[in-house]
């Protein structure tokens, strides 16, 4: 009877502590949904002219700033390329050098080994 009692509230503790991170994500989700709706509220207010001073339509701000998001986004995706290259390209120097050295020691041995074999064959 005590263990059924003592899994019964670990079932329950479990399913409360489930349902309280449950919870928290909802409660941060919901943040988040406001955050977006204040932002396009936002967007909506506002008026932009064009060049003659006219109030642009909401489908040309909208694609105005669709533009301006879309250059923003490219910006950032050659920076991040730029970055990956230039770790890439490091990678391959550091790994050149490398086979640099080995091949310089290569060559060392060699010239030792030669130099061993003549003064054998000299003896």
Not at 20 to 42: C, M
């Amino acid at each position: 009877m005590k263990a059924k009692t003592l899994l019964e509230l670990a079932s329950l503790s479990t399913a409360i502590y489930t349902i309280s991170k449950e919870t928290q994500l909802f409660d941060k989700l919901v943040a988040i949904s406001e955050q977006g709706r204040d932002k396009f509220n936002e967007f909506i207010k506002e008026r932009e002219l064009d060049e003659n001073g006219r109030e642009l339509q909401m489908s040309e701000r909208l694609l105005r700033k669709l533009l301006a998001i879309k250059e923003e986004l490219e910006e950032k995706i050659a920076e991040v390329v730029a970055l990956l290259y230039e770790k890439l390209n490091i990678a391959h120097i550091d790994q050149i050098e490398k086979l640099d050295e080995k091949i310089d020691t290569l060559n060392k041995e060699i010239a030792l080994l030669k130099a061993k074999m003549q003064q054998l064959e000299n003896s």
